[in-house]
């Protein structure tokens, strides 16, 4: 039986969907422990802030079974970022099916109901971080961001930049009371113009953009720390004026020979290139430490560049988003193209066969685009899952095509339509949901 407000999603015998509440948390907190085990009690867990909201926080529950069965929630990203621009997102996340209920088709209905969610409320997008890479494939998500972790060694050299020795970089506790509107200002304005040029925004940046999401992001729990200390924030200025800013936590160990401490980076945003290099002038030299490690950096991050010997921080290269077009007309029509294109691509979507169609692109470069359904034959053809891949423009669709995975039938076409595809910044969401 479902209740008149939920999708019409079949699930097999014995399990029904069920919109949860406040009352609900604590059947959430440990169904999402089930699946993503914790050494954290639950007692303790529910203390903390819940990220999602309610209203699209939803149970699978089983005849028979005590507790939940499965649960998938999503947040409601209404300035999700795009090529361009911002569109509404649904940002698929706390997916988990209890062990004893997985492979029975659990997974694959919550997602038939995100997506039939989604439509309804009008967000042509779907995006999420993948638990495990191979999952979300088959339901038509694509890899779409890649980030890149370094570990720096204490004292690496870095490029100067001209004006870097007029900052200053002031560190302290990280709290929202402190710090909450200074890192949502910057990061904002970081995602919005990460180079300083107006114009070319960085695709998939997002804000913790509900009350429930900034309450999580700035709880600090000790159990989440790893032994390291409690979030601490550096900010860079230029005369007076916030510039940027990185969230770390040290963690000092003593050897023989001495100290072998380490900084962990998590945030770093910093508008220009001077506030950068002085940003990372402190974060490489902390008193000690040996190394810094970074979480999720962007793969173009500036401080790759400004590494003189970037090798030497043994980069590695992890998918950061996966994105799912839920409506391709929209999704199409919502976003800037790097060059001028006028392309027929014929778009397969087993999961969503409303989608399947051809459709005919055409975009000025940094300008409109509009999207069309067309009759006839097309100059590409690909899965909806290829064009979620190549949506944010960070995965070329001439590397698609060389998998496989895209299909030229108008010669030339290709090379034209991966060039608007294209984007001049790469893309990433700087924190996990
Ligand atoms: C966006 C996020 O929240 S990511 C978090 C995802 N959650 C986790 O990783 C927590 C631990 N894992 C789980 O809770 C579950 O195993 C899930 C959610 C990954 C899968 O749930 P299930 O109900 O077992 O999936 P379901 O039965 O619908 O499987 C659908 C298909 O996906 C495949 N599949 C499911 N999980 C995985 C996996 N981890 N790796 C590869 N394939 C998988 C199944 O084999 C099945 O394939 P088939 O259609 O070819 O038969």
């Known amino acids: 039986m479902h209740t008149s407000a939920l999708p019409d999603v079949p699930l097999p015998d014995g399990y029904r969907f069920r919109s949860l509440t406040e009352a609900d948390l604590r059947a959430a907190v440990d169904l999402d422990f089930w699946a993503f085990p914790s050494g954290t009690s639950l007692d303790e867990a529910v203390r903390h802030p819940f990220p999602l909201g309610w209203d699209r926080t939803v149970g699978i529950e089983a005849a028979g079974f005590d507790g939940l069965a499965a649960l998938h929630g999503s947040y409601p990203f209404q300035e999700f970022g795009v090529p361009g621009g911002t569109l509404p997102t649904g940002g698929l996340t706390w997916v988990g099916v209890h062990p004893q209920h997985r492979r029975r088709g659990l997974l694959t209905a ?154 962990a980076v998590s945030e770093v945003v910093a508008l220009d290139a001077a506030a950068a290099r002085a940003l990372w002038g402190v974060l490489a030299d902390f008193d000690l430490t040996v190394e810094t490690s970074t979480f999720l950096l962007p793969v173009d991050d500036a401080v790759t560049r400004l590494l003189v010997n970037p090798r030497a921080a043994q980069p590695r290269v992890v998918d950061n988003l996966w994105v799912r077009l839920v409506d391709v007309g929209a999704a199409l029509a919502g976003r800037q193209y790097a060059a001028d294109v006028d392309v027929t691509l014929a778009v397969r979507d087993a999961r969503l066969p409303e989608n399947t169609g051809t459709y005919r692109l055409r975009a000025r470069a940094f300008g409109e685009a509009t999207c069309d359904r067309v009759t006839g034959g097309a100059d590409l053809s690909l899965d909806v899952r290829e064009l979620g891949a190549a949506y944010l423009g960070g995965t070329s669709l001439v590397s698609l095509a060389a998998a496989g995975l895209v299909t030229e039938h108008t010669a030339g076409t290709l090379a034209h339509a991966a060039a608007a595809f294209g984007w001049p910044v790469a893309p990433m969401s700087s924190w996990v949901w």
């Open 110 to 263: 919550m997602i038939d109901f995100h997506l039939a969610r989604c439509r309804r409320r009008g967000e042509p997008l779907s995006a999420l971080f993948a638990a495990e890479a191979p999952i979300y494939g088959r339901f038509g998500y694509g890899k779409a961001a890649d980030d890149i972790r370094l570990t720096i060694a204490r004292g690496a050299a870095l490029h100067d930049v001209p004006g870097a020795d007029e900052h200053t970089v002031h560190i302290a506790h990280a709290s929202r009371e402190q710090h909450g509107d200074l890192v949502e200002r910057l990061h904002r304005a970081a995602g919005a113009r990460p180079a300083g040029v107006a114009g070319i925004n960085r695709p998939g940046w997002c804000e913790r953009e509900t009350e429930q999401l900034q309450a999580h992001f700035w709880d600090d729990p000790p159990a989440h720390r790893d032994g390291r200390e409690s979030r601490r924030i550096a900010v860079v200025e230029h005369a007076g004026e916030p510039r940027g800013y990185a969230l770390f936590r040290r963690k000092l160990d003593w050897e023989v020979f001495g100290p072998r401490g380490t900084a």
